[in-house]
């Protein structure tokens, strides 16, 4: 089992340019999460989705998109890239029956220039 | 809304000392609590998690009690080690109808010396 996987694992930005990050969870997982980590404020969440097909807004929205197409994979979207989003991008996933047991990924390292 | 206030640090300590990380929580109902711990340049993981009022998690020698009349979850160990080095956090689950997300403290790093 190779848990919950992200790439990439660093990207440089310029601002404005747009880019993927990529989770994919091999637990059959049905809800799953993107945080960002910034020093001082711990995990803030951007989008979570319940379900494939589904997604909802977090705390912190803004800039970003995401999709589930399918169960085992949520991409976060950065349509033009902003410095305030350089951050550590943190995907994490939990099972219907344990929800509060989110499982992290090793994180995304984001700069935008 | 529900929050999570937990000590600042950060803090450091010699080997078999002493930790106590303090939490505090606000929420309405009864949430659940939790630990997260984040080692260098991993994602968090599940440390210690309790349910329900005088509940006490527990592992790997780390130990917290839910304490609902004075809204904490301090985290503790007896005596640490230099590879409990790392970022504490602590979360709630709200007992509302989203009880999928989580809430997170801003962290508390910890560095023990030898």
């Known amino acids: 089992n190779a848990g919950v996987t992200q790439t990439p694992k660093f990207r440089v930005l310029k601002t404005g340019q747009s880019m993927t990050l990529l989770c994919a969870q091999d637990m059959n997982h049905e809800y799953m999460y993107w945080y960002r980590q910034d020093p001082g404020m711990g995990l803030r969440l951007i989008h979570y989705s319940v379900g494939e097909g589904t997604t909802a807004k977090g705390e912190v929205p803004d800039g970003y998109n995401v999709s589930r197409l399918k169960k085992q994979n949520f991409l976060l979207g950065l349509e033009s890239a902003a410095p305030s989003q350089t951050s550590v991008y943190f995907c994490?996933?939990?099972?219907?029956?344990?929800?509060?047991?989110?499982?992290f990924g090793p994180g995304t390292r984001l700069l935008v220039l | 809304g529900n929050s999570v206030t937990q000590m600042e640090g950060p803090v450091t300590l010699s080997e078999e000392a002493f930790l106590t990380i303090n939490c505090t929580y606000t929420a309405t109902g009864y949430p659940s609590l939790f630990w997260y711990v984040q080692y260098p340049g991993e994602g968090l993981q599940l440390l210690l998690k309790?349910?329900?009022?005088?509940d006490k998690g527990s592992n790997k020698g780390f130990e917290a009690t839910y304490r609902k009349e004075t809204t904490s979850f301090h985290l503790e160990k007896g005596s640490v080690q230099v590879s409990d080095s790392a970022v504490y956090f602590c979360?709630?689950?709200?007992?509302?109808?989203?009880?999928?997300?989580?809430?997170f403290g801003k962290g508390t790093l910890l560095t023990v010396n030898p």
């Open positions: 309790a349910t329900k009022a005088d």
């Open positions: 994490a996933s939990s099972p219907v029956g344990n929800p509060e047991t989110q499982y």
């Open positions: 979360a709630l689950r709200g007992s509302g109808g989203s009880n999928y997300k989580l809430t």
